[in-house]
Structures are given as C-alpha cells and as structure tokens.
C-alpha cells in the first residue's frame, strides 16, 4: 500500500527543505566571497588546526579511559552502586552544557576544588582552566560517560560459552583482554570514537565559554562569531562549508565503521569470567570505577552546592528567568513532538520496505540518511538558513521557530535509535497476526502499536526535549533579549560575570531538563512492566 | 462449501521458485509434510494471504482469492509462535476475531466465554498470556478461530513446541472442533506421526512443489520417490499407527 510510503516521504520532505535550503542559503552567499583568500589566511589555518586537534585529543583522553571504566563495569556485575553509575553515566547527555561547563569551572577553575587541594598540599595553585585542557576536560566530562555506554554492550555480546572455554583453558586476565575482548573492541571502537571525534569537532558552547579567546577558536565558534560580531556573512559561509567538507570526509573515512550500538544500558549480567577473583583486577577496578565516578559526580555536585549557596530569591524572583522557562518549555516541547512524529513516520516507511516489500536496504538507507544529520553541525543549518532567509523576512523575529526545527531535526537520530528496534520487533511478531484479524489504521495504533511502544516513545520524546531545553547552540545565532531562552540567559549572565545570578539560573536549568525528562518518560511511557 | 484449490501458483522467493497445484475437498483434513525450507510454510501464506502469488489462482469454496487481503479471506491461520498480543489477556486476544477495534456487545463476550470454555480454558479469560503454558496459549488461538467463524483453519506447526501426548492431545482438539464446524484444516507438521494420527489425506512438500498427495497410510507406506524416502528415512508405518 502507498500509503503507508507517506509518512517517511514526510519526513524526509521536511529534513530536505531544511538541509536543501540551509545549503541553498550558503552556496548561494558562497558565490560572492573570495574562498582563495579564504584559504590562504593564516586565521583559517590556525582555526582548522585547533579544531582537529583538540577534537583528536578530546577523542583520545574520552575513549582511551572509557574502555577502561567499560572494561572495569563488565568484569564487576555485582559492584555496589553499579546501576547507579550507568544512571549517573547517562546524565552528561542530557545534561545542560553550560551547567557541566559550570561544574567543571567548580573543580578544575582558579578557586575549584582542585586548587584548593593543591593549595592543601602547599603546591602552587594553576590556572589552566582558559585554553585547550579545559576544553579537554570538559569533552571528557561529556563523553566519556558516552563512550563507556556505547561500549559496555560489546561485553555483553560475549557468549557465555566463550566464558566457559576461557575459564576451563585457563586464560588471565591479560590473555582474556588479548583474545577474546580486543577482537570485539576493535569492531566497535572506530564506531565510538568517529561518534566522539564529530561531537567533539562540531561542539560549539565548550569551545566558545572555555576556549578563552581567538587562538583557541574552532570552526563552529568562528562561524558564531563570523554572525553576531563580525556580522560578516561570507565568511560565516566560507567557514560553515569548511565545516561540512571536513566532516563529510571524516564521516566517508568512518562509514564502514558506524556500529549498531543501542544507547540504553543492557541490564544482563555477564557470565563469570575467569579473571574477576583475582585480587591485582579487583583493585584496579575498584579504582577506576571510584575514580570515573568522582570524574562525572564532583562537577555536578559543585552546581548544585553553589547554586543552593547563591542568591536564590533574587534570581527567583526575576520575570526574566521565568519568561525564559516559558519560551525553553515551548520550544523543547514542540521540537520533541516534531523530532519524534517524523522519526516514527520514517520508521513507519522502513518497517514497510524491511518487512512487507523485502527491500532490507533501501530501510537502512533510509534511516542512515536521516541518521547522518549528526554531521551538519546546527550552527551550519543555522547559517545557512540565516543567508536564506535574512534578504526576505527577520530572521531574530522567527529565531524561536528555527530553533524548533533545526533542534528537531538534530533530535532525530536519538529517536531513531530509540524507537527503531522495537518498532521493527512489533512488526515482526505482529503484522501477519494484524493483517489476518483486519487490525489497521486506528485500530492498530491504539490497541497494538501504542500499548507496545508508549515506553520507547516515551523515552524518544523525553530524550529530544531534554536535549533542546539544554541546548545552546541554534539560540546562540538567532537569539535576542526577546527571544532569550534559559540556557541564553544563563550564558549572558556567565558573559557578564554574574555569576553568582549564573550558579543559580544553572541549577534552575538543570532542574527543568532533568525534571521535564522525568515527567515525559514518565507519563508518556507508562509504568508498565514491559 | 469451502474447498482450497490452488492452479500453478507461483511465487518467488529471493532464488527460490515454487509453484503449487494441490486440491483440498470441503470439510478434509490435510497434512503438509515436507523438509524445512521445501515450502510448505509458504504454501499456507499464500492461501492466507501473508504471501501475494505472482501469477496462478488461489480459491476458497469456488471464490477467487488471489488479490484479496488477508482479513477478509475465508481462513484462519495458526503460527507456531506469536498468536497472541502478550500485552492484552485472553478475553481480549480472543475478542480481537470478532471486531479487530475490541468493540464488543454483551452477546459477543458471551461468545468469547462459549469459545473459550469450548477449548478447556473456561474461568482463563482476563489471564495474560506470559501466565499460560505454551499449550494454553495455542488453545487461547483456536479458541480466537471459533469466533472468527472461518471455514478454512491452516495450522503452520503450532505445535510444534509441545511434547508429544500434549499435541495430541491438541490435535484431539482440532479434530472435535473440525467435527463441530465441518472445517477444511491443513496441517503443516514435521513429524509424519501427527499426519498418521490426524490427517486423512497427506501432501508431500519438496523444492518449492507439491509431489505428491495421497491418503496418509498409503502415502507413507509406499514412500515412493527418492524425494519422499530421504525425507522419511528409518521412519516406518506400523499397525499400530506408531513410530517404529
């Protein structure tokens, strides 16, 4: 049935109207600006060269310690507090950038913990926070819980058979790691850290608040800074297609890596192995595992000790902070419906092709197209849209409704990976049943597919509008005192060295995203056992 | 009336070409026998309409079925797993034959209870189906192809996963229910016991064909063509109607 085509027909039309005419928009400015200038300038070079090699370190320093802290969780089931620290991994995602740039201010800034312990020790206080090991360590506090989530699952796809050989021919815990661990990490581990490389390549409010000026600007700070400053659009686009060239021929050089990893911890417990008595492993697993977890918990701690500590009924009582929260609710609210309506559309589709016309791999395509969006940085959508759009209508007056779109849209892959698999598996288990008992359209969704899917659709939905409350980036171009959201207004006060006003609007913020997650897993998805 | 005549129905399945002729007579049960990928799960679909044939006539008591859609032809079928939405219990699994909204008069639960007590679950209806047996849960299906009212029932192996006196004890079922409602049953098994046990006439299934139907004891007995005797191997029809 042609119908059933439409939905991801919909979706793809809206995703290329958005990326087709953000690229309209840049190619169009690109044809008056002089690219050979471009190239040649000594700023450019000295930017390109930053982005990738902070983007390379931030890689290495999150990935290397992840397998370490995966490896660790996978030799310890049975480690107090471990499902606790998957929960306690998974909050960097979600959280609000600048409230983990905030906490990692906390311990590792001038007056953090950090000095504070070095002063205890009589060493000489450092400030390093203002240039790349800042930005380093706040990448790492991103993603290296990221990392350790994507890899965990290769160790639960050992086969417990494997476990047995291993343990009856006596293998160490060195032998273990060489045969039978590395094989499978080097499967998943160019996946994992091409994912790393590019957020960390395209990450934009790490950059622009802890960078500390232009010798360490990235391509996507410069693009920023190109808008709101310079206000000097060519280069804006010379830069935003840079952007795109350098990460199209990364994403080429990584595509046959991408792995298939879900984002949700798995909940089986390994077999025992044969190396997890040994009292040298316990201990440096013990220690790695405490040490990951004072990595991601102190900064989020200091947030919330300093923002308690802070001027609360001043910044509570500012109509400001709450006409923020109206406009981050709104927007997150209508960018989550937007993202998940057109990710489960475009599901629809691919479960028709996978499923009842046996085209496996134009489904793939499919969902790989609309999952590569990761590439397209939103500042690069967002400038392209702006040269689009600035000769014909007021760009900063439908900033809100751009960032909407452009957050939907970046929102998409995440339902995709949410809601893709158990789709798929309801429509296995269930589409020959429905079509003999006449069970379609309406009746279909209401009585099998909702009841079925309400949970990862709620996780989908929560997922993206967390992500969008949290998110500085699109706002960041289009926005204005008028249109301010929370995360603007928090990076105005932080501008202006308000920080005491900051500490607290950052609590709020965080509180919004982790509290709105919680209320829309919650109530979209049920308490049901399934 | 509710014969199934399949002419030259062809269907392609990735390098795969079958094409089956088979005759069923109103109110006969037919076993389909067969090794694994010879087609038979195949040869049901196409007569439910999971599988749409490329070219050929597929119909049901004299009526021209080929295009139509699953819901609407004359056939209930059982899989071997997945009969029932594990997230809703019996009563509604099983109401779900009568109108595929739930929306249920008084007179139609009533008919769900009849159903289910007809096959041995009375007082199982507001379970779900992760608290039954694998025997209850195929039970709660046929129940479901009563109130559908249907009078073709293909069974695709449902019970394939039960011991050895439960599925007999199911195709007792089967049998009572056939007898009942004058039914037009095709059975695929693997086990040429259950063909013996229930089935009057059996067709054997290879490469994508149909080779050969005759009335099971002779069928079997004669096991002629190579086909058929690398299928049944040491396997040997007693007096008794019992393996060897």
New interface residues.
Partial sequence: MIRRLVPGALTFLLLGLVIGGAFAGLLRAAGTVDYGGFLESSYTRRVVAFTIWQALLSALLSVGPAILVARALARRPSFPGRALLLRLFGLPLVLPTLVGILGVVAIYGQSGLFNRLLAGLHLEPRQFLYSLPGILIAHAFFNLPLATRLLLPAWSAIPGETWRLATQLGMNSRQVFRLIEWPLLRQVLPGVAGIVLMLCFTSFAVVLTLGGGPANSTIEVALYQAVRFEFDLGKAVQFALLQVAICGALVVAGQRFVPDVPLTPTAQRPQDRPDIAAWGGRIVDTAVLLAAAAFVLLPLAAVLRNGLAGPVGAVIADRALWLAVARSLAVALAAGLLATAAGWGLLLTSRELRLRRYRPRAAATMETVASLVLVVSPLVIGTGLFALLSPVADVFAIGLALVVIINAIMGLPYVIRTLGPPLMRVGE??D??C??????G??RL???EW??LRRPVGTALALTAALTVGDLGVIALFGTQDTATLPLLLYQRMAAYQLDAAAVTAVVLAALCFGLFAIIERGVGGH?R? | MAGVDLDAVAFRYEDMRMQFDLHVADGEFLAVIGPSGAGKSTLLSLIAGFERADSGHIRIGGQDVTHEHPSVRPVTMLFQDHNLFAHLHVAANVGLGIHPGLKLTVADRERVDAALEQVGLAGLAQRLPSQLSGGERQRVALARSLVRDRPVLLLDEPFAALGPALRREMLDLVRALQADRKLTVLLVSHQPEDALYAATRTAFVHGGRVLQVGATRELLDAAAGAELRAYLGEFQVRDDGRRN
């Fill in positions: 288990q269930h020959r049943l079509a003999s008992l006449g069970i379609a309406w009746n209401r009585l099998v009841p079925l049901g399934r």
